[in-house]
């Protein structure tokens, strides 16, 4: 059962299975197991699945069936879907504000320092979605060279555990903007704030697919995604020990990885470049000309 | 494939009072049906010969308005090779020369996919009479299975008129089957109900009756464009009848569940089924087919995660 939060007392006190976010459904963890998540003193605060492998292939394959229809959508779309993401949290933001203060013993400035960063994160990267442009490159023949943008495909995250809002936030709305479908796992102390998202993208017109969202142990779940056949790119953020796991099981499929150990000051403004490159990859367009 | 030829369904005079009085309780049926997905199925080593079982029941279909001789061929081509050799390799199943159990097309590609398959032992199996709405003129329909049988289709999947069933003109119906297979000839015949549109699990099997008292080889739910094509539950009713008919009889008639049939753990229902309540003697080809597209890639992919441990990708399997 959800142990009484400010943030949920208001609710009867029923067993309620905690869910993962699968294909835009809250799908029970295959294996019917959940993982307890307390403050930092030790206190109870609620639950969230235990998902397994089994969990990140059905969110994979929710991830495949959408990311079709989302890299094709139109930029303007994909951005409008982000501002209404960012619009439908900064109408909950006090009780979000609340979620991280008490998960992560934040003072409540800081954890409404985060939600605000959050919800100007989604309007940043709903802003770019429609000006990461490509470029046209002068070649050495008479002709130039379309670069093209595109997304990859369907990319893994294991989201930093630091910042638990706002890390998840950074790390998937570059991709989600760049027509990506987006297999995340939260951060593993720390993953009421990403439980509580599911009910704002279901109500912001995400599409099936394009997000989900599978709690449970990050390292040995990034690893799964790693070795997955059908994941075009890992982003791992944690520990050296979990960097390297990811990055030796995606050597057997050459995907793409972007990893990093060690904690991220995700206040601070980041490099959005940097992020939508890791998002995208180039396509170009050779165009000789004739005489 | 241990199990000896089988005589073909010679069909029975029509016995109005016997197909009256067939009943089915849908509530029964469908909690039934229901608890067979959700059982423990095979797992490990056990499901992966399952799967290979899976690929020699299939006829793997293309049957769209876009088809061309290109697709015909290159379905064709995967007909004979259902695998990658290196999952084959690796499963140690070189000596089964595995193939899929038949390929199945529209008349217009019958020539095509039958010289695509030269020498492989592959049947041709042609939807020949109307396909999908079977409406067309009687005479041409049954001109348009004579046809596919000329060009080398062994198999004929006909299409029953919904009307009859509907209306339950089970005479019409039965006159309409006799014909077909008439002109079918040494073809088999796989009678398509189109459940879909036959409202009730009743009307379901009583045309399953009927089809098999007319002569019918195999008994089919679906063209793949009803609305609603192969169910657990209907299928359910369907392989009730043919055990019925079965034990009436003594002769064995055929089961093909087709349309939207699209994960290897679908298959893997399927195979269930047929075994609880035919047993395994409907488990070879000519007693059981898949009519399938998608699901040939899906068991290749359950395949590979068994040979590797790791979850595969569609794209990595050459395409049907």
């Given at each position: 059962m959800v142990a009484a939060t400010p943030v949920m007392e208001a609710l009867p006190a029923i067993d309620r299975t905690p869910k993962l976010f699968i294909g835009g459904k809250q799908a029970r963890p295959d294996a019917g197991y959940v993982r307890v998540i307390v403050d930092p003193k030790g206190r109870r605060l609620g639950e969230v699945g235990e998902g397994n492998r089994k969990d990140l292939r059905n969110a994979v394959e929710a991830a495949r069936a959408a990311v079709g229809g989302w890299s094709r959508a139109t930029a303007h779309l994909r951005a409008q879907i982000l501002y209404y993401v960012a619009e439908n949290l900064s109408a909950r933001r006090d009780e979000f504000a609340t979620r991280v203060r008490l998960m992560t013993g934040a003072t409540a400035a800081a954890a409404r320092a985060e939600v605000e960063t959050s919800i100007d994160r989604l309007f940043t990267y709903g802003a770019w979605a429609d000006k990461w442009d490509g470029a046209v490159h002068h070649v050495p023949i008479r002709g130039i060279a379309i670069a093209m943008p595109e997304a990859i495909g369907v990319v893994g995250v294991a989201a930093p555990d630091e910042a638990p809002l706002l890390g998840l936030i950074s790390t998937i709305a570059p991709l989600i903007a760049t027509g990506n479908a987006v297999v995340a796992i939260p951060s593993e102390p720390h993953p009421l704030a990403a439980t509580d998202l599911y009910t704002i993208f279901e109500s912001s017109d995400v599409p099936a697919g394009v997000v989900n969202l599978v709690t449970g142990a990050k390292d040995a779940l990034a690893t799964v995604l790693a070795a997955h056949d059908d994941v075009e790119s890992v982003w791992y953020w944690g520990t050296a020990a979990g960097r390297a796991a990811v990055e030796s099981a995606s050597a057997g499929n050459l995907k793409r990885t972007?990893?990093?150990?060690?904690?991220?000051?995700?206040t601070a403004a980041p490099d959005a470049r940097a992020f939508l490159r890791e998002a995208t990859h180039v396509k170009n367009i050779w165009v000789p000309y004739g005489e | 494939m241990s199990a000896g030829p089988l005589p073909r369904n010679p069909g029975q005079p029509l016995d109005l009072e016997v197909v009256r009085g067939i009943r089915v309780n849908r509530s029964a049926a469908e909690r039934r049906a229901a608890t067979i997905p959700t059982r423990r199925t095979v797992k490990k080593q056990w499901q992966a010969a399952w799967l290979l079982k899976g690929i020699a029941l299939m006829d793997l279909t293309t049957l769209s308005g876009d088809d061309t001789a290109g697709n015909v061929r290159r379905l064709c081509a995967k007909a004979r090779h259902p695998l990658r050799d290196d999952l084959t390799r690796a499963l140690g199943v070189e000596s089964l020369g595995l193939t899929v159990g038949a390929v199945c097309v529209y008349h217009r590609w019958v020539e095509t996919a039958v010289r695509a398959l030269e020498g492989s032992g592959i049947p041709v199996a042609a939807v020949s009479t109307g396909f999908p709405a079977g409406l067309s003129p009687f005479a041409q329909r049954l001109e348009e299975i004579r046809a596919s049988v000329a060009a080398g289709a062994r198999e004929i999947d006909i299409v029953i008129t919904r009307a009859h069933v509907l209306t339950g003109d089970w005479t019409a119906l039965y006159d309409e089957v006799r014909a077909f297979r008439e002109a079918c000839g040494d073809a088999h015949l796989k009678a398509i109900l189109a459940t879909g549109e036959l409202a009730t699990l009743t009307n379901v099997a009583r045309a399953s009756?009927?089809?098999?008292?007319?002569?019918?080889?195999?008994?089919?739910?679906?063209?793949?464009?009803?609305?609603?094509?192969?169910?657990?539950?209907?299928?359910l009713v369907m392989v009730r009848q043919i055990r019925a008919y079965h034990a009436a009889t003594g002769v064995h008639v055929g089961y093909k569940p087709a349309g939207g049939i699209r994960t290897a753990k679908q298959a893997l229902d399927y195979l269930l089924l047929m075994k609880e309540e035919l047993g395994g003697r409907w488990l070879h080809p000519d007693l059981f087919r898949f009519g399938a597209s998608a699901l040939l890639t899906d068991i290749e992919r359950q395949l590979e995660h068994f040979v590797t441990g790791r979850y595969a990708a569609a794209h990595r399997h050459p395409m049907p």
């Amino acid at each position: 059962m959800v142990a009484a939060t400010p943030v949920m007392e208001a609710l009867p006190a029923i067993d309620r299975t905690p869910k993962l976010f699968i294909g835009g459904k809250q799908a029970r963890p295959d294996a019917g197991y959940v993982r307890v998540i307390v403050d930092p003193k030790g206190r109870r605060l609620g639950e969230v699945g235990e998902g397994n492998r089994k969990d990140l292939r059905n969110a994979v394959e929710a991830a495949r069936a959408a990311v079709g229809g989302w890299s094709r959508a139109t930029a303007h779309l994909r951005a409008q879907i982000l501002y209404y993401v960012a619009e439908n949290l900064s109408a909950r933001r006090d009780e979000f504000a609340t979620r991280v203060r008490l998960m992560t013993g934040a003072t409540a400035a800081a954890a409404r320092a985060e939600v605000e960063t959050s919800i100007d994160r989604l309007f940043t990267y709903g802003a770019w979605a429609d000006k990461w442009d490509g470029a046209v490159h002068h070649v050495p023949i008479r002709g130039i060279a379309i670069a093209m943008p595109e997304a990859i495909g369907v990319v893994g995250v294991a989201a930093p555990d630091e910042a638990p809002l706002l890390g998840l936030i950074s790390t998937i709305a570059p991709l989600i903007a760049t027509g990506n479908a987006v297999v995340a796992i939260p951060s593993e102390p720390h993953p009421l704030a990403a439980t509580d998202l599911y009910t704002i993208f279901e109500s912001s017109d995400v599409p099936a697919g394009v997000v989900n969202l599978v709690t449970g142990a990050k390292d040995a779940l990034a690893t799964v995604l790693a070795a997955h056949d059908d994941v075009e790119s890992v982003w791992y953020w944690g520990t050296a020990a979990g960097r390297a796991a990811v990055e030796s099981a995606s050597a057997g499929n050459l995907k793409r990885t972007w990893c990093h150990a060690g904690p991220v000051d995700w206040t601070a403004a980041p490099d959005a470049r940097a992020f939508l490159r890791e998002a995208t990859h180039v396509k170009n367009i050779w165009v000789p000309y004739g005489e | 494939m241990s199990a000896g030829p089988l005589p073909r369904n010679p069909g029975q005079p029509l016995d109005l009072e016997v197909v009256r009085g067939i009943r089915v309780n849908r509530s029964a049926a469908e909690r039934r049906a229901a608890t067979i997905p959700t059982r423990r199925t095979v797992k490990k080593q056990w499901q992966a010969a399952w799967l290979l079982k899976g690929i020699a029941l299939m006829d793997l279909t293309t049957l769209s308005g876009d088809d061309t001789a290109g697709n015909v061929r290159r379905l064709c081509a995967k007909a004979r090779h259902p695998l990658r050799d290196d999952l084959t390799r690796a499963l140690g199943v070189e000596s089964l020369g595995l193939t899929v159990g038949a390929v199945c097309v529209y008349h217009r590609w019958v020539e095509t996919a039958v010289r695509a398959l030269e020498g492989s032992g592959i049947p041709v199996a042609a939807v020949s009479t109307g396909f999908p709405a079977g409406l067309s003129p009687f005479a041409q329909r049954l001109e348009e299975i004579r046809a596919s049988v000329a060009a080398g289709a062994r198999e004929i999947d006909i299409v029953i008129t919904r009307a009859h069933v509907l209306t339950g003109d089970w005479t019409a119906l039965y006159d309409e089957v006799r014909a077909f297979r008439e002109a079918c000839g040494d073809a088999h015949l796989k009678a398509i109900l189109a459940t879909g549109e036959l409202a009730t699990l009743t009307n379901v099997a009583r045309a399953s009756w009927v089809a098999m008292q007319a002569g019918a080889d195999f008994i089919k739910t679906s063209t793949g464009k009803e609305g609603v094509n192969a169910t657990l539950p209907v299928s359910l009713v369907m392989v009730r009848q043919i055990r019925a008919y079965h034990a009436a009889t003594g002769v064995h008639v055929g089961y093909k569940p087709a349309g939207g049939i699209r994960t290897a753990k679908q298959a893997l229902d399927y195979l269930l089924l047929m075994k609880e309540e035919l047993g395994g003697r409907w488990l070879h080809p000519d007693l059981f087919r898949f009519g399938a597209s998608a699901l040939l890639t899906d068991i290749e992919r359950q395949l590979e995660h068994f040979v590797t441990g790791r979850y595969a990708a569609a794209h990595r399997h050459p395409m049907p």
